[in-house]
């Protein structure tokens, strides 16, 4: 895990190993709000050591959105209100024990009966700074946050370097609800230098700028019903199709399978974002309905896992778990 860097007058981030995910830190009148803290217990509680250096106390917690990985909490940030929008608290707090429990598979050392204790923001956004931006992509109610004072965009799960745009396989329209929140997200983003997302690096200067052309494109292929061309989905697919990791124990090397539920974390090493990438394009193709290249096809058809076909259930690898482990 990085270091809590300032990237911003009063916002500070720092990256996860797992899937390059960013808490962030924002400074306030009086305290510290913390946005999508996570992942690993370890780094949750590195945070909090980091936090006490700073001097504040935190006041409040925001989750961009109801996905178990921006849902987290540590004893050590205090009991404080933690918000997510009404939608999206809704959503979390049906989804709890699911959420958990994916928690539980892909990290460690989290504690799990703090994670979705979150409650409605209040219309008038509370103590969380900033404008919200709401929209329905990637995920029910989810938020972006634009710190218009400090020239900070707070993007949740869009606008990365390393995710493809990942659709909600739950909600209908979602081409749609992509091409409305990218709109929003560039006119928030003509007040901004600096745009942190969920996941990935910070965008900084043209880059902001290239990471929205990188969403509009992507979608704007899908909706084409072309193959879209994208550098993230490049990579992403080369490391898709790798043969399956190989153990060495007392038996001698051997592949790792289906069988070995609980014994390979889905998320917990970085070629996991190229998986998640590479079969949420493959989900996203088949949900829109066009026909796919070879490659595509081969990713569908092939676990990078497990090498069976086909075992692409967009929404377990979007967070993280291998549908081939749900069926063992
Ligand atoms: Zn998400
Ligand atoms: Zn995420």
């Known amino acids: 895990m990085g270091e809590l860097r300032q990237v911003a007058d009063g916002v500070r981030v720092r990256q996860s190993d797992w899937v390059w995910s960013n808490s962030i830190v924002v400074r306030v009148e009086d305290g510290l709000v913390l946005i999508d803290p996570g992942i690993d217990g370890s780094e949750l509680s590195r945070l909090a050591d980091d936090v006490d250096q700073l001097g504040l106390p935190v006041i409040c917690g925001f989750a961009t959105h109801p996905h178990w990985d921006h849902l987290l909490w540590h004893p050590r940030f205090g009991d404080v209100p933690r918000y997510a ?4 608290a809704h959503l979390a707090t049906l989804a709890r024990e699911r959420a958990r429990a994916m928690a539980a598979e892909s990290a460690s ?3 799990l009966d703090l994670i979705a204790q979150v409650t409605p923001l209040m219309a008038d956004g509370g103590r969380v700074p900033g404008e919200l931006i709401e929209h329905q992509a990637h995920a029910v109610g989810h938020a972006a946050v634009l710190l218009a004072d400090r020239g900070v965009l707070l993007a949740g799960d869009m606008l990365s370097d390393v995710l493809i745009p990942l659709l909600d396989v739950r909600q209908n329209g979602q081409l749609e609800a992509y091409e409305a929140a990218l709109d929003r997200l560039g006119e928030a983003a003509q007040h901004v230098d600096v745009v942190v997302p969920g996941h990935g690096a910070v965008a900084e200067g043209a880059e902001v700028a290239a990471r929205l052309a990188a969403d509009r494109a992507y979608i704007d292929a899908l909706r084409r019903g072309e193959e879209p061309v994208d550098a993230r989905l490049g990579a992403a697919c080369g490391l898709a199709l790798r043969p399956p990791p190989v153990e060495r124990g007392a038996g001698g090397p051997r592949a790792v399978g289906a069988g070995d539920r609980g014994r390979v974390r889905c998320g917990a090493v970085r070629p996991c ?10 989900a996203n193709g088949r949900r829109q309905g066009h026909a796919g290249s070879r490659r595509r096809a081969e990713v569908a058809a092939r676990c990078p896992i497990c090498l069976r076909a086909p075992c692409v259930l967009a929404a377990a690898v979007t967070f993280g778990r291998h549908p081939a482990y749900e069926r063992t």
Request: aromatic residues 6%; positive net charge; hydrophobic residues 45%.
């Open 85 to 88: 929008t009404p939608a999206a």
């Open 109 to 111: 050392g989290i504690p």
């Open 273 to 282: 974002a190229a998986r998640r990438t590479a079969y949420a394009h493959a």
